[in-house]
């Protein structure tokens, strides 16, 4: 692609823009700082991947990926509106535990690669896993979180009648597992079709065969699917400290 291309694609936003204008559509000033935001990502975004690709070491590589694990744990924390920002810790324990063990399987055996930490596949692949889990999980904990806190009396219940600890939070836990999934379930329905499949139609464009895309796109689904639930759960559990004292009682909504 060529740089007038690039500036001929660019100029198709006024399209949009034209039409919120002439129909004043009050969502325009947020339409044009949500623009300016992407653009300021993407620069920002790119020069740091830039670099990152050029030096294609070790550490480098997993210094990006600590980055990008403290990234997605902060938005994640953020977006589920927990008020004690110390959650960040369990949700970073279980992003890195997820994101490392799977990546790994996946670069080493399901790619082949000789080396899972080469920059060019490294990179991308845990990419999509980190930023692929913060939407879902942040919905999954708000939901467990908020069923502790308002619905403590079944916690209780269920531990009064006999329920050991774990016995009694396998339902909270269900339930968020149970709103982590549903997004997944809607996207793997519609894998073909939307805007969804990225990695299918971006693959088809760089002249890859259209079997090979399809499958490299349902992998990359699966994948993203397993470490969301697996860190969604690893951080379940490593929080624990922050929800029961050690006397397994409830310390939400004190």
Same mark, same amino acid.
């Given at each position: 692609?060529?740089?007038? &291309?690039?500036?001929?694609?660019?100029?198709?936003?006024?399209? $949009?823009?034209?039409?919120?204008?002439?129909?004043?559509?009050?969502?325009?000033?947020?339409?044009?700082? &949500?623009?300016?935001?992407?653009?300021?990502?993407?620069?920002?975004?790119?020069?740091?991947?830039?670099?990152?690709?050029?030096?294609?070491?070790?550490?480098?590589?997993?210094?990006?990926?600590?980055?990008?694990?403290?990234?997605?744990? &902060?938005?994640?924390?953020?977006?589920?509106?927990?008020?004690?920002?110390?959650?960040?810790?369990?949700?970073?324990?279980?992003?890195?535990?997820?994101?490392?063990?799977?990546?790994?399987?996946?670069?080493?055996?399901?790619?082949?690669?000789?080396?899972?930490?080469?920059?060019?596949?490294?990179?991308?692949? @845990? /990419?999509?896993?980190? &930023?692929?889990?913060?939407?879902?999980?942040?919905?999954?904990?708000?939901?467990?979180?908020?069923?502790?806190?308002?619905?403590?009396?079944?916690?209780?219940?269920?531990?009064?009648?006999?329920?050991?600890?774990?016995?009694?939070?396998?339902?909270?836990?269900?339930?968020?597992?149970?709103?982590?999934?549903? $997004?997944?379930?809607?996207?793997?329905?519609?894998?073909?079709?939307?805007?969804?499949?990225?990695?299918?139609?971006?693959?088809?464009?760089?002249?890859?065969?259209?079997?090979?895309?399809?499958?490299?796109?349902?992998?990359?689904?699966?994948?993203?699917?397993?470490?969301?639930?697996?860190?969604? @759960?690893?951080?379940?559990?490593?929080?624990?400290?922050?929800?029961?004292?050690?006397?397994?009682?409830?310390?939400? /909504?004190?």
């Amino acid at each position: 692609m060529t740089i007038f &291309g690039t500036l001929l694609g660019l100029a198709l936003i006024v399209l $949009p823009l034209y039409i919120l204008y002439a129909f004043q559509v009050k969502t325009l000033r947020k339409v044009l700082a &949500g623009a300016g935001k992407m653009a300021a990502y993407l620069v920002l975004t790119g020069l740091c991947l830039y670099f990152v690709m050029e030096w294609n070491s070790l550490f480098v590589n997993l210094l990006w990926l600590l980055l990008m694990v403290f990234v997605t744990s &902060g938005m994640t924390v953020r977006r589920s509106r927990l008020a004690d920002w110390h959650y960040i810790v369990p949700v970073s324990v279980g992003v890195i535990v997820s994101v490392s063990i799977i990546g790994l399987y996946f670069l080493f055996f399901v790619m082949g690669l000789q080396n899972p930490f080469d920059a060019r596949y490294f990179v991308p692949v @845990l /990419g999509m896993m980190t &930023g692929g889990m913060i939407e879902t999980n942040a919905k999954a904990l708000s939901a467990y979180y908020t069923g502790l806190e308002y619905h403590n009396q079944l916690y209780y219940y269920l531990v009064g009648n006999g329920a050991t600890h774990d016995e009694a939070v396998k339902h909270f836990f269900r339930r968020a597992l149970e709103r982590a999934t549903l $997004p997944w379930i809607h996207q793997m329905g519609y894998m073909v079709v939307g805007v969804s499949p990225v990695i299918l139609w971006v693959m088809v464009l760089t002249g890859i065969g259209v079997l090979e895309a399809l499958a490299y796109q349902m992998l990359i689904v699966i994948l993203m699917f397993a470490t969301s639930l697996s860190s969604l @759960l690893i951080t379940l559990y490593a929080a624990r400290r922050y929800s029961f004292d050690e006397y397994d009682k409830l310390k939400l /909504g004190k």
